[in-house]
């Protein structure tokens, strides 16, 4: 899927990083500035909220835009949608009913300069 | 009198039932969406021949992935048969030899190449054939799958190994460089199971119910996994008796 969601994105002229470990994707970003940080809640070994929080610690990093790529529905987010507000989430989609489409748009819309 | 109980047990057991359906269906929303982005995909390239002809390796090991859990699923639901079905002298050897053949262009997919490794001679163990093949083929994919997600890394290794345990048992597992698997996340993710995303959290999405499925087919036929080591590797074992009857033959 990761290959896929690269794939659309690179042909739409975005430079893709993708990582599978939270720690790699904090070091990578930390290396190599990014623009927006998609991710999932689902993550091996750590959920994607405490990845979320890790990164919001750094100051360099609170502004970051960040759009929520997930398995889990919104609806059953639960507690955790709370802490979203500190998170500053910019967009949250459920993967079965976003179309790669709708999720490339929501990015370049939170690229856009109306939206800095 | 007996009524009370045998209520209870298929309260029980239809409790069960349903957390793993439950975590079943959360799995086998993953093979779908692959599915369904690499028609994504596919469109956005204009369907390219060279698009197309990679895309369809991509769907067809996706749709082989559900199906293995659907099928695994299938044999879970008649596990309380089990007891039922006949047991018969099976050689530990050629079962895994079996499962790594079958799962080799799977495995290759993930950049993950299968030995098979049974240590001395191991007299052939008294197991439902057809049992312990789906477990070990569900637990096998679940965790090439887990390996390639846990670490980014340019090939993997995965020895499909067993060997003499204590008390006549054969022990025979998935051995991997995966973090995270033991008995207590084993048995955390057992009771968590139905109620959590991720019942093992050290597994990404999609890789516990394998996992699970295989635990409760082995747990109809002998015993639940159990962590276990295999030439300095880690990974899930089964124990299965040593066939008494051939012992002699």
Known sequence: ?116 | MNRKPNRHLAATQLAEQKALLIALSDDLTLPLLQIKTSLEFLENQKYSKEAVAQQSRVMAMSADTGLQLAEAYRLVLHSDKLHDLPLEPVSIGAVLEEVAHELSKYAHEYATELHVDVQGKLTPVLAHQPSLMAALQCLSASLIRAQAAQTQQKDYHIILGAHRSGNNLVAAGVFTNIHGLSDRTLRAARSLVGHARQPLPALPAGAASGVLIADMLCSAMWQPLRAAAHKNMSGLAVGVPASKQLRFV
Not at chain 1, 79 to 100: M, N, R, W
């Open chain 1, 1 to 116: 899927m990761a290959a896929n969601i690269t794939g659309v994105f690179e042909a739409n002229g975005h430079i893709i990083d993708w990582q599978v470990d939270p720690q790699e994707a904090i070091i990578s970003v930390d290396v190599q500035p990014v623009d927006l940080i998609i991710s999932e809640l689902i993550l091996a070994g750590r959920s994607g909220v405490e990845f979320l929080y890790e990164l919001r610690s750094y100051p360099d990093w609170q502004k970051l835009p960040v759009i929520i790529y997930t398995n889990v529905p919104a609806r059953e987010v639960g507690v955790s949608a709370q802490s979203f507000g500190e998170l500053k989430i910019d967009a949250y989609h459920y993967k079965c009913s976003t179309p790669l489409i709708d999720l490339l748009k929501s990015v370049e819309s939170c690229l856009s300069p109306a939206a800095a």
